[in-house]
């Protein structure tokens, strides 16, 4: 298995331009999402999915657009590109398992990372 | 909301020193925890997590975390540090909220660095 990959890897934009960033995983994950992580603020979650055709909005979907129309594939769409978007972006997905008592278990599974820079 | 805090920002070490990091959560029903570990210029890996059972888990290199239910924490620990082990530490909780909706809630993440 590959796991989650992520393209591009780097990416520089000018303010105002669009572009998708793409994240695949080949484990058959059901629930995927989008983070971005800025200095000192942790990791914080854009969007989710929680299977094909259904998506969510996390902390700070602002700005962003998504959209899964594979179980494999959930890009991540910047309509509009601004400054305040210049961050590590990474895409997860997560494996559930049922534990006791009709629990889940999940834990989620990183792709590499895309660097935006925007000016 | 459930909030998840890491109490040092950066922590420096010299080799062979013993590492606790501290981890705290605010939620009160039933949480999954998670440590993972961001080596320089690479993406998060997991490091350990805990769904069930013995408080004491241990994970990969060497690390283990301790689930306190009553302190709502879950420390990490080691015994002796290595140079390779500097990296940023980002500890999360996984809350169920029912109906199958989970929300995964992250630190704001601790730097280690190790001076050899």
């Known amino acids: 298995n590959a796991g989650v990959t992520q393209t591009p890897k780097f990416q520089v934009l000018k303010t105002g331009q669009s572009m998708t960033l793409q994240c695949a995983q080949d484990m058959n994950h059901e629930y995927m999402s989008w983070y971005r992580q800025d200095p000192g603020m942790g990791l914080r979650l854009i969007h989710y999915s929680v299977g094909a055709g259904i998506t969510d909005q996390g902390e700070v979907p602002n700005g962003y657009n998504v959209s899964r129309s594979t179980t494999e594939d959930f890009p991540l769409r910047l309509l509009s590109a601004a400054p305040s978007q210049t961050s590590v972006y990474f895409c997860a997905s997560r494996d559930r398992r049922w534990g006791g008592a009709g629990k889940s278990q999940e834990t989620q599974y990183f792709g590499p990372g895309t660097r935006l820079l925007v000016l | 909301a459930q909030s998840v805090s890491q109490h040092n920002h950066h922590v420096i070490l010299s080799e062979a020193a013993s590492l606790e990091l501290g981890c705290n959560y605010s939620?009160?029903?039933?949480?999954?925890l998670f440590w993972y570990v961001q080596y320089p210029g690479q993406h998060l890996q997991l490091l350990l997590k805990?769904?069930?059972?013995?408080?004491l888990v241990k994970g990969i290199k060497g690390f283990e975390a301790e689930f306190i239910k009553s302190k709502f924490s879950f420390n990490l620990r080691k015994p002796s540090v290595q140079w390779s082990d500097t990296a940023e530490y980002f500890c999360?909780?996984?809350?169920?909220?029912?109906?199958?909706?989970?929300?995964?809630?992250f630190g704001k993440g601790t730097k280690l660095s190790v001076i050899p």
């Open positions: 999360a909780v996984n809350v169920y909220s029912g109906a199958g909706s989970y929300q995964l809630t």
């Open positions: 805990y769904f069930s059972g013995d408080p």
């Open positions: 939620y009160g029903g039933t949480v999954n």
